[in-house]
Structures are given as C-alpha cells and as structure tokens.
C-alpha cells in the first residue's frame, strides 16, 4: 500500500473515531507499528491530527468551545443533535457526555431552556456557561489531556451520588449484538458510571459507527433506551437494532 493509502485510512480512522491507537492501525493497513508511527508523525507535522502517546487524536476532538472547521461529518453531527434537543424538556437533569456529537447538542440547547447539566467533559462544560438558564455541574478527577474528560475513582464515585433525567453519550463502536466497546478501559469505566446513574440513557452515534466493536465493552445493546442517528428510523441499516428493546430516531 503507498503512503498515501496508508495515510487517507490513518485519518479517515482518527476522524471516524476521534480516537486510535497506533496498533489497530498497524493491524487495519497490515504493516508495523513503526511504519504508522512514522506515518502519524508526518500527518502531525501537516497539522492534519495530532499524535498522542501510543496513538493519534482528531483535530477537531481537542478543540475547544469555539466551533472547529477540522469536525468530521459535522452536518450528520447536527442532525443527530438536533434530534436529542427534541427530548429535553425544562426543569430537566441531564448529563452530556464528551465528544463532537455531544459537543453539538450542548451548543444547541436552547437559551431560555431551564436545566441542570452535569458533565465531565471540560470543552462541553465551557460550552454550556453560556446558557443563561443552564446551571452547570463539572463532575471532577484525573483529567484525561487526549480526551479531555475526568477520568479515574474520584469521578466514578461522583457520579454514583447523582441520579439524571438524561445521559446523552457517545461511543467510539457501536454493534447490535456486541453492544458499546470502546479501546481505552478508563473511558469504559466511567461510561458504565454515567450509565448507572442515568434513568434513561441516550446514544447519540453517526451511522458509520454502525457494526462495529473494539476490545473493553461499556455495556449491552438493551442497556441503552434511545439511540440516535442522522439516518431515517426506518433506514435499512438500523434493522438488526430494532430486534432489541430500543427507541431509534
């Protein structure tokens, strides 16, 4: 494969996922850890990703509250967010997870909606002070510098003394029959804390996520109650997720 090909699927991965580690990627082009790790670097130097430790980053992942031109499918993005607006409703207690999907809902939410808003993400956080009836609650921890969320005990306790109307989250992989994985174990753990202390959880995920899977597992398929796409409820390609108690929009 020329260095071109390897380079398009290094970044079509990093801006799909947001996150990727140099060892999937070597196994997904079939060469070695050094040729990715080369590959990365050369992507980091032309300000098209950033390289983390063992891994890379999407610009658009670690941006801040302004609006980045580097999100992938920011239109898709939208839509589903425009959907999950839909179900707020005012006096509601919810919790946005990190990521761009979630990071489009907070920037939606209406300024005269009254809400209570937990978080861990510190981008959605500074996003949401500018909601004048929105009270914001950053749940705290180690923070994770790829990321850009509290990580660790101290968050997964918080979050088990707090109950939400909402969790509105995101995954890297999503599959009918393997439900929610993710690649990084302290990511996994936090989001199965979010889940617990949710009444109802809400996916928010673009459909190329769709069938896919990775190595730690946040939690089954039937242990989410909404799941939202860009694609119509009725699309082709949401028909193995309707064999399971789930709402689709």
Not at 78 to 90: R, S, T, W
Request: net charge neutral.
């Amino acid at each position: 494969m020329l260095k071109e090909e390897r380079q398009r699927t290094i970044l079509n991965e990093v801006e799909l996922h947001n996150r990727v580690q140099l060892t999937d990627i070597a196994e997904i082009l079939d060469v070695s850890i050094d040729t990715v790790r080369r590959d990365v670097k050369e992507l980091d130097a032309e300000n098209k990703l950033r390289k983390v430790h063992g891994g890379a980053v999407s610009l658009g992942f670690i941006g801040s509250s302004t609006r980045s031109t580097n999100v992938y499918a920011l239109d898709r993005k939208i839509k589903i967010a425009e959907k999950a607006v839909a179900l707020l409703k005012d006096g509601g207690v919810i919790f946005i997870d990190g990521g761009t999907t979630c990071m489009e809902l907070a920037r939606l939410i209406p300024a005269k909606l009254q809400l209570t808003c937990f978080t861990f993400s510190l981008p959605v956080a500074m996003e949401l002070i500018s909601k004048p009836n929105t009270t914001v609650i950053f749940i705290g921890g180690e923070i994770s510098k790829d990321g850009q969320i509290s990580v660790g005990p101290s968050t997964i306790h918080n979050l088990s003394e707090i109950r939400v109307d909402y969790s509105f989250i995101g995954t890297g992989y999503v599959d009918s029959f393997y439900g929610l994985t993710e690649f990084d174990w302290d990511i996994v753990q936090v989001k199965k804390a979010v889940i617990k202390s949710s009444k109802k959880t809400v996916l928010l995920s673009i459909s190329e996520k769709l069938n896919s899977q990775h190595r730690y597992k946040t939690c089954d398929i039937n242990a989410i109650d909404t799941m939202i796409t860009e694609l119509d409820p009725e699309n082709n390609l949401l028909n193995l997720f309707r064999n399971h108690d789930l709402r689709i929009l």
